[in-house]
T-cell receptor
Framework: KNEVEQSPQNLTAQEGEFITINCSYS?????LHWLQQHPGGGIVSLFM???GKKKHGRLIATINIQEKHSSLHITASHPRDSAVYIC?????????FGTGTSLTVIP | DVKVTQSSRYLVKRTGEKVFLECVQD?????MFWYRQDPGLGLRLIYF???????EKGDIPEGYSVSREKKERFSLILESASTNQTSMYLC???????????FGSGTRLTVV
């Protein structure tokens, strides 16, 4: 049983496309994180959400606490957005991680 | 910016060797974590520490131990490396539980 489910697992897009990655979770959370992992392994935290919506440049993250669902949107996608995007939820005691969405943006 | 530094990006070790993975953070964070990441399984917590000389088991501690003698350094030890410990290992630190996580760049360990 996975506490955090992401979809899709793999995604290929043309440069300029609008991209959505979804995350559903089954546990009560105090915060949800979206992480970005580039080839080579390093992970960067993109957003931490407990409600509503956050925007940073071309990235937008939303969360619906009642539905236990979050989405990460990328507008005007670019090849440098190619990475694995990981959803992680924090329950107050521990983190649960999704298995990641591998995004490839083709020029 | 907080920096979390892992000493090696790539390591190849033989079965049975004792392996040390080092992690250093430079922002006086109380909390440090070791994860392994495997395809299809995501990140899984091995051990964590909330203070110097303090350690707690995560979800998959078997075959591993840790050491935190100084606040800035958290070491992961494989007492006798096995091929099923071939993985990507990621260290993280945070100033408060659940918040302000910073990850290192990862160590890809291959045990042959």
């Amino acid at each position: 049983k996975n506490e955090v489910e992401q979809s899709p697992q793999n995604l290929t897009a043309q440069e300029g496309e609008f991209i959505t990655i979804n995350c559903s979770y089954s546990v009560g959370i105090s915060a949800l994180h979206w992480l970005q992992q580039h080839p080579g392994g390093g992970i960067v935290s993109l957003f931490m959400l407990s409600s509503g919506k956050k925007k940073h440049g071309r990235l937008i993250a939303t969360i619906n606490i009642q539905e236990k669902h979050s989405s990460l949107h990328i507008t005007a996608s670019h090849p440098r957005d190619s990475a694995v995007y990981i959803c992680a939820v924090f329950t107050g005691n521990q983190f649960y991680f999704g298995t990641g969405t591998s995004l490839t943006v083709i020029p | 910016d907080v920096k979390v530094t892992q000493s090696s990006r790539y390591l190849v070790k033989r079965t049975g060797e004792k392996v040390f993975l080092e992690c250093v953070q430079d922002m006086d964070h109380e909390n440090m974590f070791w994860y392994r990441q495997d395809p299809g399984l995501g990140l899984r917590l091995i051990y964590f520490s909330y203070d110097v000389k303090m350690k707690e088991k995560g979800d998959i501690p078997e075959g591993y131990s840790v050491s935190r003698e100084k606040k800035e350094r958290f070491s992961l030890i494989l007492e006798s490396a096995s091929t099923n410990q071939t993985s990507m290992y990621l260290c993280a630190s945070s100033f408060r539980q659940g918040f302000g996580y910073t990850f290192g760049s990862g160590t890809r360990l291959t045990v042959v």
